[in-house]
């Protein structure tokens, strides 16, 4: 047996430390593992173009989609797959479909790599940020399959099928469309018809003043008027952004969108602010909104413990089991009421956009595949498939004659046709997304409506927020 | 009889070093890397920047935010979980009524306490969140039932809505599920002290207290010292980042009053698209675990006491 004696702890420690050191220049080769290629895969051949191939899709070659697996889950797309398999059925078995809740994780190692899917549906928690991948040049421009004609009318354009504002939220400040927005979301005050008829014996307030007292008779029957997602008080401007456009016209908001210095000074978003705060001091919102997250709060609005919640019209889909508790739930949305006759946008003015990105990352294999499937989704058929499954609009404008459509959803068609042109829809929440959840929500409209800061503490604290986000350069910046 | 050690040595250890050196020390070095480039982790286009990450991170409000509860939770955190922990070992071992025949022994019913106190263990950090998250719903949670059934109708916090209790709140989740396992560490730890000790201890009239910190605590100093460090770095680390991520509001809120590093680096790769950034986030990190590693063993530096 060999002695140790000249063999210290100490020894082997330093031993192992230059070890590490030797490692080090192995690294700059390893470190390839997180960044290697950039060249992309091989692409796949094209196809025939022909009347019923616009996109010139390879018939025969494998398509691989992934899918969030949201609330909306994946069996729509399952649907729209098996319609592409029938379109060109030499693909059965190639086109592969996985539905997951963690896109980045997932998808960000196929990204650095060089080989991600055909088509993804990036939304969720782990969203892949959209400024990023559009500067880094990872996706594919959709104006092929906007240009492409539309499966049900081969004399129309997709472009043409689509709700307005649809295409122009896919773009990131140039021509080319990056994005394909797929479900169609309306924001608003949400509300049930026959609580608000049995507690506060009223419709749903036009105007301010009416939301007040409406609030007001609420509060002595012991029901409070609003209550909100405290845990994620960024679902305060679903009703208040739309709100501040009323007012002040939809230049606020694109003021607003584009950082401009002072945006927030607007006398239209104090006169909101303070509307909202109005709320706040009179004790209408629900004791321990602040505290609440999203289902806890919907829980407590369906329960009947709160007249509005702001919302967007997946609620109907999430809270459902709640709602169906009370067959007579009727639920609607309300645009936001008026605050004063001098109001720039008339009544009606709501907040509408698109959900569900869809992407075709530039690197794919197969682009012209991964766009004629969402030539499918966007067909008719598909769209009244995905209305009926998970009742919530798609970006297909129309297509929903001789569907009976839940309460809800019917509410937000109908608020849709009311609203006519004046939909707005402000992108701080697609383009700066920590801006807007983190700073904006957290940091300012949660700590105001906890009455914890006033509308002109919230005010300055966003205008400085917004000043920051222009003046740091890591934050790629957009305009409209 | 020393030719050929280092090759008889090298060779048994060659393949561990070698995990070792590409599952450990190249994730460190890549981190510590990726740290001076503008990296998106969204694409492998990306270049050096030098010191850039580093100097914006003096200027970041938020990272010092971060830093502050951070540091907060490794302050408190180990010092509250391993004194509960002492004193319920302490409690079940030793601080009981003294009975005939044994010298010492634990309260009555010591053998259940045990069990409960490891139960919370047995839950995983995700469900533990989510009770607590139940409980402290201000607005149907058993916090604030209690409060209304015994007449404090006044007294309903917000809990995690308050930036003034959030990070309070999280603490006291996170103390809850971990002081168990310490219970029963020590509990362990106690077990082996010989009870000679004590004898001669109570024989010179020493009372339960004087016991503790002249006996046990000494006794049991080189497992405070272990303990103290595994907490520190749950404090730092996943643990800490699983609670906030799933309990706070925003998460991190309100008002960065929870924000913490890991959940600040998690926030910058997956939400904003800034890994590179990130990584020197986690390069800070790293260096507040390793300060804090340094000054617990030099503070711990004991005599071994063998016995």
Redesign the interface.
């Known amino acids: 047996?060999?002695?140790t004696s000249d063999?210290s702890r100490r020894d082997l420690i330093k031993r192992?430390a230059a070890?590490?050191i030797v490692?080090?220049p192995?690294?700059?080769a390893?470190?390839a593992c997180?960044?290697?290629?950039?060249g992309g895969g091989e692409k796949v051949e094209k196809g025939q173009k022909s009347a019923k191939n616009p996109l010139a899709v390879n018939d025969s070659a494998a398509l691989d989609v992934v899918i969030f697996d949201g609330g909306f889950g994946d069996k729509y797309a399952k649907d729209a797959q098996a319609e592409y398999v029938a379109a060109f059925p030499k693909t059965k078995g190639k086109v592969k479909l996985a539905s997951t809740q963690k896109i980045?994780?997932t998808l960000?190692p196929r990204?650095?790599?060089?080989n991600p899917p055909d088509l993804v549906d990036n939304s969720g928690a782990?969203q892949?940020?959209f400024?990023?991948?559009v500067s880094?040049?990872?996706l594919a421009d959709l104006t092929p399959l906007l240009d492409a004609p539309s499966i049900d009318d081969p004399d129309k354009k997709v472009r043409d099928t689509l709700r307005p504002g649809v295409v122009e939220m896919g773009q990131f400040g140039g021509k080319e469309t990056w994005i394909m927005y797929y479900a169609y979301t309306v924001y608003g005050v949400w509300y049930s018809k026959t609580n608000l008829q049995k507690v506060a014996d009223a419709e749903y307030p036009k105007t301010w003043d009416e939301m007040l007292a409406v609030c007001e008779k609420a509060k002595k029957k012991g029901v409070a008027g609003w209550t909100y997602p405290?845990?994620?008080?960024y679902y305060l401007p679903f009703s208040l952004y739309p709100f501040i456009a009323k007012i002040g016209g939809e230049e606020v908001l694109r003021k607003i969108d584009n950082l401009e210095p002072n945006a927030w000074k607007d006398p239209a978003v104090k006169a909101a602010f303070d509307a909202y705060y109005e709320l706040y001091k009179k004790g209408y919102i629900?004791?321990?909104?602040?505290?609440?997250?999203h289902l806890?709060s919907q829980k407590?609005w369906a329960e009947g413990?709160a007249l509005f919640i702001p919302n967007g019209s997946w609620v109907e889909n999430e809270s459902a089991k709640q709602i169906e508790k009370n067959p007579d739930f009727q639920l609607s949305v309300g645009a936001p009421s008026s605050l004063s006759s001098s109001d720039k946008m008339p009544f009606g003015t709501i907040w509408a956009s698109g959900g569900e990105p869809y992407i075709v990352p530039r690197q794919a294999k197969n682009v012209p595949g991964g766009m004629e499937m969402l030539r499918i989704m966007l067909s008719k058929k598909s769209s009244q498939n995905f209305i009926k499954q998970v009742s919530s609009l798609t970006s297909l404008n129309g297509g929903t004659e001789g569907l009976k459509l839940p309460p809800g959803l019917a509410s937000a068609q109908q608020a849709l046709e009311q609203a006519g042109k004046n939909i707005v829809n402000p992108r701080l929440q697609d383009w700066y997304?920590?801006l807007q959840?983190?700073k904006i929500?957290?940091?300012a409209l949660?700590?105001m409506m906890?009455g914890?800061m006033t509308p002109d503490e919230a005010i300055t604290k966003i205008q400085k927020y917004a000043d920051e986000t222009r003046e740091d350069s890591?934050?790629k910046k957009y305009k409209r | 009889?020393?030719h050929g050690?280092y090759r008889?040595i090298v060779g048994f250890l060659v393949i561990p070093?070698a995990i070792y050196?590409?599952f450990v020390?190249?994730p460190f070095?890549?981190a510590i890397?990726?740290s001076f480039t503008?990296?998106?982790?969204?694409?492998?286009?990306?270049k050096m920047v030098g010191f850039d990450n580093y100097t914006?991170l003096f200027k970041d409000s938020v990272f010092w935010a971060a830093v502050g509860n951070s540091v907060t939770l490794l302050l408190l955190l180990p010092v509250v979980t391993l004194s509960l922990g002492l004193f319920f070992a302490f409690m079940l071992n030793v601080g009981g009524r003294r009975r005939k025949k044994a010298v010492i022994g634990g309260v009555r019913g010591s053998g259940t306490y045990k069990i409960l106190y490891f139960f919370p263990q047995v839950l995983s950090i995700p469900i533990v969140a989510l009770l607590f998250?139940f409980a402290?719903?201000?607005?149907?949670g058993a916090l604030?039932a209690f409060f209304k059934a015994i007449g404090l109708d006044n007294v309903?916090p917000?809990?995690?809505?308050?930036?003034q209790l959030a990070l309070w709140c999280i603490m006291g989740a996170m103390i809850w599920a971990n002081v168990g396992f310490y219970v029963v560490l020590f509990s362990a730890g106690m077990s082996s002290i010989p009870k000679d000790f004590y004898e001669a201890a109570l024989l010179d009239g020493a009372n339960r207290f004087n016991t503790f910190f002249r006996i046990t605590l000494p006794l049991l100093w080189d497992t405070v010292q272990t303990g103290w460090i595994y907490m520190g770095i749950l404090a730092l680390d996943v643990s800490a980042f699983a609670f906030v991520q799933i309990m706070?509001?925003?998460p991190?809120?309100?008002?960065?009053s929870t924000e913490v590093l890991p959940l600040y680096v998690y926030?910058k790769t997956?939400?904003?698209?800034?890994a590179g950034?990130a990584t020197s986030i986690g390069v800070s990190l790293l260096i507040v675990t390793l300060i804090f590693s340094a000054i617990v063993m030099r503070l711990g530096r004991r005599e071994r006491l063998e016995f």
């Open positions: 047996m060999g002695s063999f192992a070890l590490g490692t080090v192995a690294m700059s390893l470190s997180a960044s290697s290629g950039d980045q994780s960000q990204f650095n790599g060089g782990e892949m940020d400024g990023t991948l880094k040049n990872q405290g845990k994620y008080p629900l004791k321990g909104s602040p505290g609440l997250d806890q407590a413990k997304v920590a959840k983190e929500g957290v940091g949660g700590e906890a914890r890591s934050v | 009889m020393q050690k008889f070093l050196a590409i020390i190249s070095v890549q890397y990726y503008d990296w998106t982790g969204l694409s492998s286009d990306m914006r998250q402290y719903n201000p607005e149907s604030n309903q917000d809990w995690l809505g308050d930036p706070s509001v925003g991190g809120g309100p008002d960065y926030q997956f939400r904003d698209g800034q950034y």
